[in-house]
């Protein structure tokens, strides 16, 4: 008998299990067998998730890039400029300081990776995927020019919008004022 307390057979190999007279001990080893494959999987699991997370990031960057987004975050900064000086213009002097602070900050550097983080939320690996092949074609390329445009043009006609009724808004407030005054 083996220190093991199994016997061994011929020339070393283990017996066969064929009349084995300890079947627990088979049963123990297929647990713990199995165990050791589930703790292998689970401590894996992060590397895979990680490489799940890196492609899917990369599928944002990609996005990002057919869309030339990089490309557009000066001009972006150059408009917020000149939207605030014509709204601020007692800020004119302070213009090269402002141009500055807003070429740091509005910088694609400075948002790449909270944008591509913002994409992976927003969107499935296999959705960007299918997003960049559309932002390459000369439609596509067309939309992701036209569109920031048009956002911000609705943007303004919505603002155009409430400042027209600005004075229905005040009458509105008045009255909700004069129903919580007058009920209690």
């Known amino acids: ?25 088979d049963g123990v080893m297929r647990m713990l067998l199995g165990s050791c494959l589930i703790t292998v999987a689970l401590l894996c699991y992060p590397c895979v998730a990680l490489g799940d997370e890196h492609s899917h990031r990369t599928a944002a960057e990609n996005l990002l890039m057919v869309m030339e987004v990089d490309k557009s975050m000066q001009p972006l900064a150059d408009q917020v400029l000149e939207k605030q000086l014509q709204h601020s213009p007692q800020l004119a002097p302070q213009r090269e300081v402002l141009q500055m602070f807003l070429t740091q900050y509005l910088s694609w550097a400075s948002v790449r990776q909270e944008t591509i983080t913002a994409y992976t939320q927003a969107f499935t690996e296999p959705e960007l995927k299918q997003l960049t092949e559309f932002y390459a074609t000369p439609l596509g390329k067309k939309a992701s020019e036209k569109m920031p445009q048009l956002a911000f043009i609705a943007g303004q006609i919505g603002l155009k919008q409430a400042q027209a009724h600005q004075a229905e808004l005040r009458q509105m407030l008045e009255d909700q004022k004069g129903k919580q005054g007058g009920g209690g």
Do not use: F, I, R, V
Not at 3 to 17: D, R, Y
């Open 1 to 25: 008998m083996s220190p093991c307390g199994s016997e061994m057979g011929s020339k070393g190999a283990p017996p066969s299990t064929e009349g084995n007279t300890y079947p627990e001990e």
